[in-house]
């Protein structure tokens, strides 16, 4: 499986693992499975430090780096096909960094983890995390 991690499954990865759903733990665990952060949520983290509302141990640009290192999750590149295909997504979301996600795991054939119940009703494939 393509495993495509949300933002706030990032953030539980990283500091709280807890939190994580026993699916979504698995998935993530599981040797077999690809696991990638898009560059959207290294864009959501930046901002949403940046405006004070997300606080990490040190700054993005150096805790993103070094999660993504020590845990062994690749970095998810956003294509054109993927900025475009936000256009015909239905309006469900409003959140620019969601919408992308999920346009970005509709062109790659990612399973997306989350918590967001709204990004299923897109036909994205997810792990409820």
Known sequence: MRLLLDTHVVLWAATNPAQLSAP???AIEDGENEVFVSVVTGWEIAIKQSLGKL???ESAERWLPEV???SGFEVAEVDM???LRVRSLPWHHRDPFDRLLIAQALEGSFTIATRDDVIATYGASIVRA
Do not use: I
Request: hydrophobic share 35%.
């Open 55 to 57: 606080d990490l141990p």
């Open 81 to 83: 096909g993927s900025v």
């Open 68 to 70: 993504l290192k020590r």
């Open 24 to 26: 979504a733990r698995d």
